[in-house]
């Protein structure tokens, strides 16, 4: 199996590593590296659970190659808190958008690639927002909240 | 219930405490099987048959173990060396963990490949080489009973036909009689199709033995991990496994919902393999191996009967049924119940005869009969009753909710024994009912619906007046491989008066770590921020039968307040030792002991936790800590009210839920924000099958709904806004008054959204939509073409 070398920027670090044309970025991020916050939930492009940002774009990483994150930019949801929480894994603690927190680093960060878009967005822009991450437990309401939650608050606060 | 009796800041019961598991799964620190990794540890996959039905001719390892990287592949073969290849299901029936002779469904595992990561271990699986020789299939439970029907059990002496078991509840003869009296009787089929849990984390488990102590540690998605333990210990023992050296451990869990109750073949696979080549092993399923091999829920065919008088008084019930169990019974239901609760299917309504049979048949399908979120098969009996209760006022022109309202057990009439035998604890169905038709304008919808229908509109108001039964369960009539199904709690204060609580069952999302210790909180008047509460390690937790039908704060919750009054019993000694007064003038609220009529003279619980290990009584054993097994008494009987509203557009046949009003009643709350939480998403997964689930098979034994392609789990756009209510009944029995409520949505909603969209076309001539109510049966419907 042909390999390669490849460096991705993940959470403001950059990572290197030899590794085989077929390996998957939810590989990478996780086994290779060892941030299990990314979650493999299908392996289909539906739940979403493996949704990481590749250059500020939400992607699912469980259908992008490693070596397309070559020399590019990874956020996962171990770089959202700086000093403090991020707004949304604020609200989503706040607003009880979470249960059994598998899909919930996922869907968080869809929901950061939505608000980066649009900072206002409406109850039914956020149901479309988030329409590509599954979640079994919490009938997504409270996600809805969550995302308001963050919402607000990132507009009442100036941007770092 | 009446106000919170503790501070915020104790965060005792009715307060909502923000949950003390969040902070690790907002920063992605949660720790779920996949996050497990051990050294030296490798991966194993699985090979699974194209054929519902097949002879094995051979299977060939040879170009598998050639690749590079591929340690070992476990056949049946290697398995029946160790007497492993067969296991017990959990209904004492027997299941293949890998087969020797044939196969007997779709995706069924037929080898296993080991190998140092997950790339090579799938690269192994497609060269493993598997010759068949196909054999007739039969996917329809109907064409199995008949009797020149391949014989798929051909394994098991003495089986001769495909029927598993006739399990009957009620009385037969009076029904019969009250049938022939009534003035008016209805028949109708009801299928609830298979359908799967598809919790968004698959199965999974990583297994490693130490040959020299013999000691094997197991982490596995399980909601039982001891009575995973003691079945491994059971299976097991011949090869040397004994229970204290066998340690199971359930980390976080992504979700559950009965569907990581059952032992899938390939957790012994890894485990045998484990033990076989000394090698720490991880398996971890794909979705595709989820949907389409692991256990399913429902696939029960209802011939349902009603009858009443003129008067809309309800009479008699009967409900025929013939359940689909698969390749094997590998339900999870307790013992001495085959078909679950289901004879709870006398719902809300005061029937004088009832009676119900349920016949289970194999099929060339994947083997089961779990939970979909239900108290074992209670879903399948509300939807029977919704539907025929709806069915019963369309015939007699009445309103579907002045019908119920008419037959409900009234509230001072309970307990209620039912005619089934089940003693209700307490209802108040009218209040519930009431309350959603007036927060919902339930008369304001009459009317425009009427005005909709004079325009050509199509829109539906469908009612769910359901009565659930949780919490096994007393002793006396729940075990499970006889393993009666108490739960347990064992606190321990330390001397800074701090806890340390652990528990008999496994959180899958349900916040246990929150939600108990709110209950300690309630009991001893500890802040909920000083107790630590775990789960899931057999080697700490104490004996408990785990997580599901709603049974964690019926059973393990009430051993926790148990527990709690033990540890306040010894407490109130200390503290008039402390105190220098006698027990009797001390008096309690949550937090300390004060002498009656000298508020100032008291004793915190801090005080007395510090002094049980430096200041004890003479003549008194050291120490605060309690363990409790609960025995419930009976079972807990949630309940609630729901009504939806439904629009359908004519041209596509689709239907929008406008809105849907939820009205629960769960006794009384521990913490108002997760209950709310529970029944958001128990209502997800109760419109779920009403609208887009089913896996269905052709004749062939093809699986359609075996990816996420076809397999629609709701997203949050199908998924309403839900509206909820509640009122409080509790329960006279639980030692909180506490009932349940982690499945009651599930359980009420799918009939409201069935009986809303058959409302919406009942004056185009529609009786009856079996669910999943897709576009295409209601374009259907609407347009008067059948399937063909």
Redesign the interface.
Known sequence: MATQSITVNINGEAKSAEVEDRLLLVHFIRDNHGLTGTHIGCDTTHCGACTVLLDGTAVKSCTVFAVQANGREVTTIEGMEGEALHPLQEGFMEEHGLQCGFCTPGMIMSSKHLLDKNPNPTEEEIRWGISGNLCRCTGYLNIVKAVQYASNKLQETPTE | MAEPRTSFEIGGMGHSV??K????????????I??IVRPGMVFMDIVRSPYAHAKIKSINSEKALALPGVAAVITGETLKEYNLHMMPTLMSDTQMVLPLEKVCYQSQEVAAVVATD??SAADGVELVEVEYEPLPVVTDPFKATAKDAPIIRDDKEGQDSNHIFHWESGDKKGTAQAFKDADVTLKQDIYLPRIH??????CGCVSEFDSVTGQLTVWMTTQAPHAIRTVLALVAGHVGLQEDKIRVISP????G?GGKVPVYPGYVIAIAASVVTGLPIKW?E??RENLQADSFARDYHMTCEIAADKDGTMKALRIKTLADHGYADAACNPSKWPAGLFSICTGSYDFKNAFTEVDGVYTNKPPGGIAYRCSFRVTEAVHAIERMVDMLADDLDMDPAELRLKNFIPSNAFPYKSPMGWEYDSGNYEGALKLAMKNIGYEALLKEQKEKRDRGELMGIGISSFTEVVGAGNSKDFDILGIKMFDSSEIRIHPTGKVTARFGTKS????HETTYAQIIAEELGIPVSDISVEEGDTDTAPYGLGTYASRSTPVAGAAGAMACRKIRDKAKKIAAHLLEVSEDDLEWEPGKFSVKGIPKKASTIQDVAFAAYTNHPQGMEAGLEAVSYYDPPNMTFPFGSYICVVDIDSGTGEVKIRRFMAVDDCGNIINP??V??????????GIAPALLEEISYDEEGNMTGG???EYL?P???E?P??ETDKTCTPSPHHPLGAKGVGESATVGAPPAVANAVVDALSHLGVKHLDIPITPEKVWRAIHKRDAT
């Open positions: 923000k949950r598991e969040d902070p690790r799964f907002i920063r992605g620190q949660g720790k779920f996949d996050d997950r790339y849990v598809a919790s968004i984390e698959t976080d869990i992504g979700g919902f971890i794909d979705r899958q999302g349900q916040g924000m997760i709310e939480g529970q029944i958001h998403g128990g209502l997800t997964m990816s996420f392609m789990v997203t949050a756009v998924t806004h839900w």
